[in-house]
C-alpha cells in the first residue's frame, strides 16, 4: 500500500484531509463514507450500503412449487369437531 503525504485543511470550526482524485478512485469512494479510528491511524472507506445484496438475496430465496407441499396435509382432523353456524 502506497503512503501518501497530505495536510489538514480547515473547514469552518472542523478540519479536513485532501484525498488526491486517483485514490477516491482507486478505491471507488463515492457518496457516505465510514471512518474508524485505530491506534495512531484513521481508516477511510467506502460507507457500506444498508440492504446491498438484498436483490440477489430474495431472488435465491424465490418460492420453490412445492414449498407449500407440507402444510397440505393436516395431523389431525380437528375441523370435523367444530360446529359452524
Not at 64 to 84: E, L, N, Y
Request: aromatic share 8%; charged share 35%.
Amino acid at each position: 500500500m502506497a503512503s501518501i503525504k497530505t495536510s489538514l485543511v480547515k473547514i469552518g470550526n472542523s478540519q479536513g484531509i485532501r484525498i488526491p482524485k486517483a485514490v477516491i478512485d482507486q478505491v471507488s469512494l463515492r457518496g457516505d463514507i465510514e471512518i474508524e479510528v485505530g491506534e495512531d491511524c484513521l481508516i477511510v472507506k467506502a460507507a457500506r450500503t444498508p440492504r446491498a445484496g438484498w436483490e440477489n438475496a430474495f431472488r435465491k430465496a424465490a418460492p420453490r412449487p412445492d414449498q407449500d407441499r407440507d402444510f397440505d396435509v393436516t395431523m389431525a382432523d380437528f375441523d370435523g369437531d367444530w360446529r359452524w353456524k
